[in-house]
């Protein structure tokens, strides 16, 4: 192989060299920073670029899309000195992929401290309570901070989160002990409610069932007066309309002599006075009975109503030999 041709050769293998220096494709959502003669020249976009070999060289690839990065745990005082672990994941977004690159030496490291700052500023200002209670107001706040501190690289903080807040372990025990006291006493309280409850609505139920009884014996005792009622009505009526005479009245007072003198303590039986002017003599008597045999018809008295009108005359009798014996001044008294 003469000269010639090794020449040839290493002209061919340095053009190769020079074109495959000078192309650069640069992938979707990223961007690449050219530096001529160590300084920033140009933002080579996506797809296919030439940049010169020599003079031209490309430093990095800058990712613009929405990133994610978690941050280790971090130690944090409240406001009541109690030192809790706080874990936070941020996601952030490169605009501006040259100020990025020349405003900061380490984006992450800048955003962490950043981060772990602003956080310590957060809750020592708070309450632990408040703390576990208020992340969202943490994160809006915390998201604001690093959004405005990070526009000048060229980031977007579109989000903050706190993915965990560990208290230490006396401090867990502790709120487990009030978290349990508060759940039993809600429960107690619960309990006394529904018993409260429960006792005025038997005793309502109680009431109800008192005056629904009450107003059930009311309207019984009014229906049975309002029967009685028609029924000494009806009675009245009847007699009105039958027109008894003097003769009814005493044979059916006789009729009830029996039934009054009917009694085994029953040793003496008054009759009223005006009873007996009202039955007149025995003629009146005769009259009353002869009454009945009429209104019975030609059949004459069975032997039963024999005997009753025997003891009538009898119970009489005696009646009018415990007038006589009485005598006129104790019928006035």
Do not use: C
Request: aromatic share 4%.
């Amino acid at each position: 192989m003469n000269v010639g041709t090794i020449f040839l050769i290493a002209i061919i293998v340095l053009v190769a060299f020079i074109l495959l220096r000078a192309v650069r494709i640069i992938p979707q959502a990223s961007n690449g920073i050219v530096e001529r003669l160590g300084r920033y020249h140009r933002t080579l976009q996506p797809g296919l670029n030439f940049v010169l070999p020599i003079l031209d060289r490309v430093r990095q690839r800058v990712d613009m899309r929405e990133q994610v990065v978690s941050f280790p745990p971090q130690p944090v005082i409240t406001q009541e000195n109690v030192t809790i672990s706080i874990d936070t994941v941020i996601y952030f977004q490169i605009t501006d992929p040259v100020r990025s690159t020349y405003e900061i030496a380490d984006l992450m490291l800048a955003m962490e401290q950043l981060t772990v700052t602003t956080l310590r500023n957060l809750i020592g200002s708070i309450t632990l309570e408040g703390a576990l209670t208020s992340r969202d107001t943490i994160n809006a706040e915390l998201r604001a901070v690093l959004d405005e501190a990070t526009g000048k690289w060229g980031v977007r903080v579109n989000r903050v989160e706190l993915k965990s807040i560990d208290p230490p372990a006396t401090i867990q025990a502790a709120m487990e002990k009030q978290m349990r006291a508060e759940r039993d006493r809600r429960a107690t309280i619960l309990l006394a409610e529904g018993e409260k409850q429960a006792a005025v609505l038997m005793a309502e139920g109680a009431r109800q069932a008192e005056i629904l009884r009450a107003e059930g014996d009311k309207q019984g005792a009014i229906l049975r007066a309002e029967g009685e009622a028609q029924a000494i009505d009806s009675v009245f009526s009847s007699i009105h309309a039958g027109d008894p005479n003097e003769q009814l009245l005493a044979y059916t007072y006789l009729q009830q002599l029996p039934l009054i003198a009917d009694g085994r303590a029953t040793k003496l039986l008054m009759v009223p006075s005006d009873a007996i002017a009202s039955m007149g003599s025995l003629s009146a008597l005769g009259s009353a009975f002869g009454f009945l045999n009429e209104s019975q018809g030609e059949q004459g008295p069975s032997r039963r109503e024999q005997e009753e009108q025997a003891q009538q005359r009898e119970a009489l009798r005696r009646q009018q030999e415990v007038e006589r014996q009485r005598g006129p001044g104790e019928d006035e008294a």
